[in-house]
């Protein structure tokens, strides 16, 4: 084998789009990009959404997603020019010399197949091993990356086990083939910090131990800079800068990669509360019908004009169940909810359309969160018909001052949603909110899914609006470098229970409890071997206990 595994060269790649209303044309997407991958080595793809990251690892498999076509260029593995092959010789590729691990591993696994079938299934498809052989290997691998009993976990359906569990059994099926190379397509970005640096670890050590080259594709360069020896910036399907990890950290050249490397510089003073609360939980207890546990235990926090709470916790420790309680979509068991001076119905059936006017929530997601029928126009409009009864040039004037507002202006006003970025998107929900004229806004994990650069700019936005509208945010979120940059209280959740609460400055300084300082210690830095660093602490505090 030649000292390069992954050859590509002057990749193109193109799609037909279908604007409304005009005849479908072709356009390119990837321009002329070219890399090289040696055995054993990682290479990380970063960029924004769109850039091409996603599009460029699944052409190493001769693959084009949604209609996505190879229009131009070279991809050599091992030895050999993919395109070239046929179908018998593509299929020969994939799940043998190349394997995929997905961002998401939930909608990756078939819910009604045991995990041990579906992890030995393409090792034994392609010959690469026997029934019991490729078994043997999993529960190697499964023990590898740290899984819990791993003779018996994969006798489990993918219901039965967390999601970075989950995703280190996806790790675990792209591994069991033994292939030469694996494309990683954000196999952390879902998950809560804590359990990424057990994956990012596990999928580490995963690739030193087996040799396995690999594609690393994120938007997270602080994560990337833990896992790859080379990182290739993208942006719009073209490279803007490609080098070792050292020198893309430490001395970019090109100025998007120095915006990369600088993101989450916001600087938010925290304010001290000045009147009366907006919102007061007092008390809360709950569980979800038809089960016998509590989900929240006795939680109490206050939310003042202006300001922004922040509750921030692992996956499954209570945040959204809270928002879930105050917007009355779970009555509690016990306890109540005071909001603007009033006790809320704890059931939303009870509430006025006072209370969901001033009571306002922005999703994760804001492709599921609007009518993909609908234009922008009519989107923010609806709140304004609704709680206003505007019609007619009145409302046009306040949907146009609401666009100004979040920085996209009248002509995004007939665009639909499939004509926007994620950010656009984001802003539209932000302007939806903002129609009700609320007293305060629940921010549920909104930046979560965007890029860094993106997220930035949606954080921005949100804390000018503050200021102009004096409204309130509760910020469900993961991400402590999100904490640090818009709160001025923080309220940090485990297991059901607020373990920490007060202003931000307090909440982040020590003395710590165990949980706040294993959460502010997982936070992904722009540093070289941080990573290393983080587990070896961990050791010796496990071995010193």
Known sequence: MSDTLLKVRDLKIGATIYPPGERPRDIEIVHGVSFDLAPGKVLGLIGESGAGKSTIGL??????????????????????????????????LRGAEVTYVSQS????????????????????????????????????????????????????????????????????LALCPEPDLVVFDE?????????????????????????????????????????????????????VEYGNVD?????????????LVSVRSIEHEEKAPTEEPVLSVRNITARYKGTQFDVLHNVNVDLYPGQTLAVVGESGSGKSTLARVITGLLPPREGEIEFAGRTLSPDLK???????????????????????RQTVGTIIGRPLEFYFGMRGSEKKKRIIELLDEIELGEKFMDRY????????KQRVCIARSLAAKPKMIICDEVTSALDPLVADGILKLLLDLQKIEDVAYLFITHDLATVRAISDNIAVMYQGKVQRY????????????????????????????????????????????
């Not at 009870?350 to 001033?358: C, F, S, Y």
């Not at 003395?511 to 010796?540: C, N, Q």
Request: aromatic residues 4%; neutral net charge; hydrophobic residues 40%.
């Open 59 to 92: 052409a190493s498999m001769a693959y084009g997603r949604g209609g996505v076509k190879i229009t131009g260029g070279e991809v050599w593995v091992n030895g050999r020019n993919i395109l070239k092959g046929g179908h018998k010789d593509i299929r020969k």
């Open 417 to 424: 949603p499939a004509e926007l970025s994620g950010g656009q």
């Open 105 to 172: 591993a939930a909608a990756s696994f078939n819910p009604a197949k045991k995990i041990m079938d579906q992890v030995v299934e393409a090792a034994v498809e392609q010959k690469k091993f026997s029934r019991k052989d490729a078994e043997a290997r999993a529960r190697v691998l499964f023990a590898k990356l740290g899984l819990p009993d791993p003779d018996n976990i994969g006798e489990r359906y993918p219901h039965q086990v967390s999601g970075g569990q989950l995703q280190r059994c996806m790790t675990a």
């Open 350 to 372: 009870g509430r006025t359309r006072e209370d969901l006017r001033e009571l306002q929530m922005i999703y994760q997601m804001a492709d599921v969160a609007m009518n993909p």
């Open 247 to 259: 020198q893309i950290i430490n001395n970019p050249q090109e100025e998007y990669t120095k915006a």
């Open 187 to 239: 196999p952390t970005t879902a998950l809560d910090v804590t359990t990424q640096i057990d994956v990012l670890m596990a999928i580490k050590e995963a690739i030193r131990d087996t040799g396995v080259a690999a594609l690393y594709i994120t938007h997270d360069l602080a994560v990337v800079a833990q896992v790859s020896d080379d990182i290739m910036v993208l942006r719009m399907g073209n490279t």
């Open 502 to 545: 007060g202003g931000k400055s307090k909440v982040l300084s020590p003395p710590f409890d165990d949980y706040t300082d294993l959460l502010l210690s997982s936070v992904p830095e722009m540093k070289l071997g941080w990573l290393e660093e983080v587990i070896a602490h961990r050791k010796m505090e496990s071995a010193g206990n």
